[in-house]
């Protein structure tokens, strides 16, 4: 149990395109769900929580014009890159809370995007 | 926000031996604390997890300990083998579980054959 997904797992685009990714809950309802960009060789770092049914909130440094989220259902956020630049290629991990237990958080498997 | 760190960036042990990964954490007000296992253009996987008003908790070959004291966590593995060889993070969570949860640096370790 507990199972999230992403999609896509990986993705190419060009400069000033968008790109949406989505994060789903397979078996769970998760009230919220958490998005993280990682670079290479570095850590994981919480881009902004995504509360079903409410708007995202961002952390510091993140722009919330070029990150679109949104967390239509309990079991599903997406998470828009807008007009992507070089600079936006990364890997977008997010992970959802399970609603039973307050502090579990289960994590998709990623997706690397690549911006040329 | 502040944030956890790790002492060591690589380890490398011998398989079979036992190995320990350390971190430290600057949030006195955290109150659970989780170890991720990430191997390469993966998610992060859970290992094991300890709340603040314990001091070790132990899973299979695996064990935590938190020192509150000297904000100071560890993951333990025994009899490592190749399979162990990952990046591992520890993490913190603050807020009763609201707030995402802040990473530290990473390890990554090496199993030796």
């Known amino acids: 149990g507990a199972v999230v997904s992403q999609h896509p797992s990986w993705v190419i685009c060009k400069s000033g395109t968008s790109v949406k990714i989505e994060c789903r809950s397979l078996?769970?309802?998760?009230?919220?769900m958490f998005w993280y960009r990682q670079f290479p060789k570095q850590s994981l770092m919480l881009m902004a929580t995504?509360?079903?049914?409410?708007?995202?909130?961002?952390e510091q440094g993140v722009e919330k014009d070029k990150f679109l989220i949104n967390h239509a259902s309990l079991t599903l956020s997406t998470l828009t890159v807008t007009s992507a630049h070089p600079e936006d290629s990364s890997f977008y991990i997010c992970?959802?809370?399970?609603?039973?237990?307050?502090?579990?958080?289960?994590f998709g498997p990623g997706t690397r995007l690549t911006v040329t | 926000g502040e944030s956890v760190g790790l002492h060591l960036p690589t380890l490398s042990v011998q398989e079979g031996d036992n190995s320990i990964i350390n971190c430290a954490y600057s949030?006195?007000?955290?109150?659970?604390f989780i170890w991720y296992k990430q191997e390469s253009g993966k998610g992060p996987q859970f290992i094991i997890d300890?709340?603040?008003?314990?001091d070790k908790r132990q899973g299979q070959r695996v064990t935590v300990l938190l020192n509150k004291t000297v904000k100071h966590l560890s993951l333990q593995i025994a009899a490592t083998q190749p399979g162990d060889s990952a990046v591992y993070f520890c993490?913190?969570?603050?807020?009763?579980?609201?707030?995402?949860?802040?990473f530290g640096k990473g390890t990554h370790l090496i199993i030796q054959p």
């Open positions: 995504s509360n079903e049914g409410s708007k995202a909130t961002y």
């Open positions: 992970s959802a809370r399970d609603l039973s237990r307050s502090y579990e958080q289960y």
């Open positions: 949030n006195s007000a955290s109150d659970y």
């Open positions: 993490a913190e969570l603050s807020g009763g579980g609201a707030d995402g949860l802040t």
């Open positions: 078996d769970f309802q998760a009230t919220t």
């Open positions: 300890i709340r603040s008003n314990m």
